[in-house]
C-alpha cells in the first residue's frame, strides 16, 4: 500500500462512490 498509496485512495473513493449510487 505504501508503493502506491494513490491507488489504494482511487480504489476505496470509487467504492464509496459505487455504495453511494447502489452499484
Known sequence: ???M???METI???ALTA???GA
Request: glycine share 8%.
Open 5 to 7: 498509496p494513490d491507488a
Open 19 to 21: 455504495g453511494k449510487n
Open 12 to 14: 476505496f473513493q470509487a
Open 1 to 3: 500500500n505504501a508503493e
